[in-house]
């Protein structure tokens, strides 16, 4: 079961494809922990009024929770056509269609941005070593400023991400999942 941690929206349960790798939900531990994160860090982003991008979306509980939370404004990116209509369906099941958007495509062939999102969530499919790509796709499409933070969830062990033009502020390990917070140099 995922559902909304905090906000809002608080204890929210959300829909999620069973039975399938097609979506790999983040626990609501691990979101929890990240968003904790968010409110206390010393890179001075404050997710009151955010844009956020949530991409390789999902279920949306990254963008979702957001929101609940006191973002403005979430961009939802997501690829295969049964995990987007999951994320309609929690998108209306939250009442937050007013200030979102979904895009039905690929994070790594992003369509180019109206503007940057001040917090993109990427949690690509494990193991596929996606991440660095997204990152320069969405950045050359326009997603990414100097201002923006990248949180990008991993398998542990997966290899190092390198992306010129980018660094690692910090990370934190959950168990398998390794969680890396980067931002533009």
Known sequence: MIRINAGVRRGLQLQTLAGTDIIRPTTDKIRQAIFNILLHNDWGMDL???TILDAFAGTGAWGLEAISRGASRAVFMEHNAEAATILRNNIARCKF???TTVIQGNSLQPPTAQHA???IFLDPPYGLNMASQAVSALDQAGWINKESLIIIEMKVKQPELLV???QEAANRTYGN????FWHKT
């Open 177 to 180: 999942t390794a969680i890396a």
């Open 48 to 50: 009151q009024n955010a």
């Open 164 to 166: 010129v033009g980018f």
């Open 117 to 119: 999102a001040d917090i």
């Open 97 to 99: 269609e007013g200030v």
